[in-house]
C-alpha cells in the first residue's frame, strides 16, 4: 500500500535522532488553472519547530492548510503527490477530515475567537468530542489557559466575551483552544503577524516549551523570528521548494543562491 512504503525516516538535527512526523512528497497543487505548489517534497520532523519562510505569495500559506486539508474547502483546488502523517496518507478519499484535524490543530493569522465567552472558547472543540463533567471543564479550561500563560489574567472573568480581550489575549486564547483538543501538531500561519513585539515574544516563547509536547509549523514573514525560534527550516518561492534543514545551519550556511539571496535581502530574485 502507497502508505506502506512511506517510512518514518530519521533526519540527524544537532545530533539526535529526530522522526518525521509529516512527509509532504512530490506535491502540486493547483488552484483554477494557477500552478500554486510545485512538486515540494518536505519533512516535518517531530517535536521541533519547522518555520516555512518565502517572499508574499510564494505558496506559504496553501503549503500549510493542505497538512490538515483546510484546503479542500477552496474553489476550484485540485491536490497531487501525498502527505504521509504518522507513516499514513491523508489524502485518501476514506481519511476522516474530523479527526485529522483534531490531530493536526491550527491558528490562524488573526485571532479567530467565537462569539461566547472566554471558557466556551477554550471549550470549543473538546465539548464536540467528549461528554464532560463541569469539573472536567473547569480543570481544562484552566490547564489550557496556563499553559498559554493567561490564567493569571483571566481566571476572574471566565464569562466574559472573548471578543474583550486584547488581540494578543485573544491570540493566546486561540491558542488554549486548539491545544485543548489535543493535537499532535499545531499549524500556525503568521499567527504574530497582528500583535505587538511584546506579546509576539509570549507566542514565542510558548512555542519553545510546547514543542516538548507537540510538533509545531510556524508560517512566518520574520526571519529574525525564525531566527529565533526554528529547529528546521523550508524555504519556498513561486511555489517550489528551494531549500530546507536544520534550521542554524541553513541561516549561517545556505547552499543555494535563492536562499542567501533571501536571508539577506529578504527578496528573492526568482
Ligand atoms: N483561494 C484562492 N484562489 C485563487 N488563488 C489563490 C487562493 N489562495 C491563494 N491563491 C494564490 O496562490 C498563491 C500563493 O498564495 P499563498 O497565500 O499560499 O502565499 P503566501 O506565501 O502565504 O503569501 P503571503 O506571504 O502574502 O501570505 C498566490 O498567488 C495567491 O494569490
Redesign the pocket.
Known amino acids: 500500500m502507497m502508505e506502506q512504503h512511506i517510512l518514518k525516516s530519521k533526519l540527524s538535527v544537532v545530533g539526535k535522532t529526530t522522526e518525521d512526523i509529516i512527509k509532504l512528497e512530490g506535491l502540486h497543487i493547483w488552484?483554477?488553472e494557477?500552478h500554486?505548489l510545485d512538486a515540494i517534497d518536505v519533512n516535518i520532523p517531530k517535536n521541533k519547530i519547522t518555520c516555512i519562510i518565502?517572499?508574499?505569495?510564494?505558496?506559504?500559506?496553501?503549503?500549510i492548510?493542505s497538512i490538515n486539508r483546510i484546503n479542500d474547502d477552496?474553489?476550484?483546488i485540485t491536490t497531487q503527490g501525498n502527505i504521509n502523517f504518522n507513516g499514513s496518507s491523508i489524502l485518501t478519499s476514506d481519511t476522516d477530515i474530523a479527526s485529522l484535524r483534531t490531530q493536526i490543530g491550527m491558528v490562524f493569522q488573526k485571532p479567530c475567537v467565537f462569539p461566547k465567552s472566554i471558557k466556551e472558547n477554550v471549550l470549543f472543540g473538546i465539548r464536540h468530542l467528549k461528554k464532560l463533567s463541569k469539573i472536567e471543564k473547569l480543570q481544562i479550561v484552566e490547564e489550557n489557559l496556563k499553559t498559554v500563560s493567561l490564567w493569571k489574567e483571566v481566571s476572574h472573568r471566565l464569562n466574559d466575551k472573548a471578543i474583550s480581550l486584547s488581540i494578543g489575549q485573544q491570540q493566546r486564547l486561540c491558542i488554549a483552544r486548539t491545544l485543548a483538543v489535543k493535537p499532535e501538531v499545531i499549524l500556525l500561519?503568521?499567527p504574530t503577524s497582528s500583535l505587538d513585539p511584546l506579546s509576539t515574544r509570549a507566542i514565542e516563547d510558548m512555542m519553545v516549551k510546547l514543542k516538548e509536547e507537540y510538533t509545531i509549523v510556524f508560517?512566518t514573514?520574520n526571519i529574525q523570528q525564525a531566527k529565533r525560534i526554528a529547529d528546521h527550516l523550508i524555504f519556498?518561492c513561486d511555489?517550489k521548494l528551494i531549500e530546507q534543514g536544520n534550521a542554524s545551519a541553513l541561516f549561517s550556511c545556505p547552499q543555494n543562491s535563492q536562499t542567501k539571496a533571501y536571508l539577506k535581502d529578504q527578496y528573492c530574485a526568482c
Open positions: 488552484i483554477k494557477n500554486i518565502g517572499p508574499s505569495g510564494s505558496g506559504k500559506s496553501t503549503l492548510r477552496v474553489d476550484g500561519d503568521e508560517v514573514h519556498i511555489g
